[in-house]
């Protein structure tokens, strides 16, 4: 029961922290600040950007697209961490 009930802890930190984040990613998007650190891209120029879920770095679809390819699974080009594509999340800008 111990080990359940610190599994579910963590698992409800992941989720607060996933909640502010996406609060956080909104507020950058309506007032335009959002920007791409690959290329720069702000949230004028950029259709939507992508929040990687295990780094939250954000890219543009662009440059997702780019970096991802097809491939199921790829690096965060910011610090490397392992992403699967289907568990990116894209804010439209």
């Known amino acids: 029961l111990h080990r359940q009930l610190k599994a579910l802890r963590g698992e409800r930190e992941r989720?607060?922290?996933?909640?502010?984040?996406?609060?956080?990613?909104?507020?950058l998007l309506e007032r335009n600040e959002a920007h791409c650190p690959v290329c720069f891209a702000t949230?004028?120029?950029?259709?939507?950007?992508?929040?990687?879920?295990?780094?939250?770095?954000?890219?543009?679809?662009?440059?997702?697209?780019?970096?991802?390819?097809?491939?199921?699974?790829f690096g965060c080009s910011m610090c490397r961490t392992s992403v699967f594509r289907l568990d990116v999340v894209v804010f439209k800008s």
């Open 15 to 27: 989720c607060e922290r996933s909640l502010r984040f996406a609060r956080q990613m909104r507020h």
């Open 43 to 73: 949230g004028k120029e950029a259709e939507a950007f992508a929040v990687l879920p295990d780094c939250f770095h954000i890219l543009c679809r662009g440059c997702l697209e780019q970096q991802a390819g097809m491939e199921p699974t």
